[in-house]
Every structure is written in structure tokens, then in C-alpha cells.
């Protein structure tokens, strides 16, 4: 049972909180393709949902780890959307102070810990900062997000095994928005139903409408009791799906416009304007008011990247070790 109430106050978060992360994204397409960001860039839109209905669970403290497509998640933790955008052009006022680009913010500050390239890579992390916080005894909870690809790396297994032994305070989600790059979950995974890969190691697991924010809010709320309770991890199936190519230079050729656009008449968004709407939560004077709102903040976010200055040479030589003064060579 939801232990966190759903009300009018949760919806209009839900609505302003996913139209940032969808305005942020497009603008993040426009300038990738002005050359202004360089490098990866995954698009988080089409997910939202995923991220609005933790937010309406997680406290402040609680940490996020994530893959490569990061930008709403770091959004969703809080970290400013100057300092995100401004990561993307590389500027040193970034969140990773311009050295990690798209797939690798991190903000310890907001207990966002990436952000990360290596397929799978951030599972077994997620689980050593949920043990962190057991060793430490605190209440806070991980949440280690992945995608469907990631299910079959050989470190989720032994993740799980550990999580479930120690009863480590982690929420496993797995973002399945249908492909792993271009390679759909029919073609690559003997069962799609993916949430019964928790259920050998007696980890509570189910499949959650990742369209729907109260969906996630809910199950989100039972996984977060159960891990404060000391009871151990919970994996949930998020199933979503993303309206762009994996990356920017995905052509998409392995899915239909039939398909796309059936997703997308179930989009998050609308579904929460119009529960907004027929509730009378608000007015369309209130929805003019939060799209000039959020306009203006991620139009403000490119003027801050624009004017930031680039991060200086010496800056190759630091925060790579703790040791202040390693001893590097220098040619």
C-alpha cells in the first residue's frame, strides 16, 4: 500500500517537473544538432513518467545512479539546469565541471552519482552505496536505474544475489523501453518479461506502467518502505518507451512510425494534463504560466552554458585522484 498520498499538489509537481526534463531534452536535440554540444547525446523523452513518480517519493537524501542517458535523472535530483546544460557544452561551471559531457554527471552535493558509460556499470554501484548507507544506518535508499539492454550483464546477477543477501536498501528499476540500442527485448531475451530475473533471488519484483507517474509512484512508495524497513532491494520493471533514436545519430530504422505514434497517444504529459484538467486542479492560465516558466529556465540554462567559460588546461590534473598531490609526469 502507498503510503505517500496522491493529490492535487502531486499532480501539478508531476506536470511542471516532466515538461522541464521534455523542454530540456529538446532543446539538448536543437543544439546537438548545431554542433553546440559535442560528443554522445541520449534523449530522455517519451520517460519522464519514470523519474516524475519517484520524485513524489524519494526524500532529498536518497541517492540516484544511472547509465548514459542521465539528463533528466540529474534534473529530477535537484541539480541546477544551468549547471547540466552547461556540462553538456563542456563549460567548467558544468556539474562534472565540463569533463564529463552527456553521459557522465554526477553531483554529490544532490546525491546524483552518474551518469555512466559502461553498459550495466552503475548496478553493482547502486548496490554499494545502498550497503554505504546500511553500514552508516541511515534510512536513505539507492535507486539504480538501467536499461533493458543492461538485464543481461553477468555483474546484474551477482548484484542481485549480494542486494538480496545483505538486504541492501536498493530499488533496482529497469527503464525497458523496448530496445537496446536498436536490438528490440523479442530478440534478445529468452523471457521479456523482464522482472522475473529478481525472483530467483526472492527479491519482490513486478512490472510497472512507466507511462503513468501514479503507477510508478506507487510501486516506487512499497519498494522505498520495504527498504527503510530493512527488508532489502525490490526490482521493478518500468515499461516505457523513447520517442527518439538511442542516441542522436540513430537513424531508427528497426521500429514503425505505427509504433511510435501509438506510444506516443499514451504520452505522460498529456496524461497528467488531463487529469489536471478534468479534476480542476488548475486552469489554462496555470499551464501558460508553468510552459513560460519552463521556457524560461531552460532558455536561461543556454545562456549560462553560452557565457561559462571553458574549464583551463590544469583542470586534466585534478579530481582524478583523492591524493592531492599525486605525483603525475609531466612532459
Aim: proline share 4%; aromatic share 10%; glycine share 10%.
Amino acid at each position: 500500500m502507498s503510503s505517500i498520498e496522491i493529490n492535487k499538489d502531486t499532480y501539478l509537481m508531476w506536470y511542471e517537473a516532466m515538461l522541464l526534463m521534455r523542454k530540456f531534452e529538446e532543446k539538448a536535440g536543437q543544439l546537438y544538432g548545431q554542433q553546440k554540444i559535442r560528443g554522445f547525446c541520449h534523449l530522455y523523452i517519451g520517460q519522464e513518467a519514470v523519474l516524475a513518480g519517484a520524485m513524489s517519493v524519494l526524500k532529498p537524501e536518497d541517492s540516484l545512479i544511472t547509465a548514459y542517458r542521465d539528463h533528466a535523472h540529474a534534473i529530477a535530483k535537484g541539480v541546477s539546469s544551468n549547471s547540466i546544460m552547461a556540462e553538456l557544452y563542456g563549460k567548467a561551471t558544468g556539474c562534472s565541471k565540463g569533463k564529463g559531457g552527456s553521459m557522465h554527471m554526477f553531483s554529490k552535493e544532490k546525491h546524483f552519482y552518474g551518469g555512466h558509460g559502461i553498459v550495466g556499470g552503475q548496478v553493482p554501484l547502486g548496490a554499494g552505496i545502498a550497503f554505504a548507507e546500511k553500514f552508516k544506518g541511515t534510512e536513505f535508499v539507492n535507486v539504480a536505474y538501467m536499461g533493458d539492454g543492461a538485464v543481461r550483464q553477468g555483474a546484474l546477477t551477482e548484484t542481485f544475489n549480494m542486494a538480496a543477501l545483505w538486504k541492501l536498501p536498493v530499488i533496482f528499476v529497469c527503464e525497458n523501453n523496448g530496445y537496446a540500442m536498436g536490438t528490440s527485448v523479442e530478440r534478445t531475451t529468452a523471457d521479456t518479461d523482464i522482472y522475473k530475473l529478481g525472483l530467483p533471488y526472492g527479491i519482490p519484483s513486478s512490472p510497472v506502467d512507466g507511462m503513468d507517474p501514479a503507477a510508478v509512484h506507487k510501486a516506487m512508495d512499497e519498494a522505498a518502505q520495504r527498504a527503510r524497513a530493512g527488508e532489502g532491494p525490490t526490482f521493478l520493471e518500468m515499461r516505457t518507451y523513447r520517442y527518439k533514436g538511442h542516441s542522436m545519430s540513430d537513424p531508427q530504422k528497426y521500429r514503425t512510425k505505427e509504433e511510435l505514434e501509438a506510444y506516443k497517444a499514451k504520452d505522460p504529459i498529456e496524461l497528467v494534463r488531463h487529469t489536471i484538467t478534468s479534476e480542476g486542479y488548475a486552469d489554462e492560465k496555470w499551464f501558460e504560466e508553468i510552459d513560460a516558466k519552463v521556457k524560461a529556465e531552460v532558455d536561461e540554462s543556454v545562456k549560462f552554458a553560452e557565457e561559462s567559460p571553458w574549464p583551463e588546461a590544469e583542470e586534466l590534473y585534478t579530481d582524478v585522484y583523492v591524493q592531492k598531490d599525486y605525483p603525475y609526469i609531466m612532459s
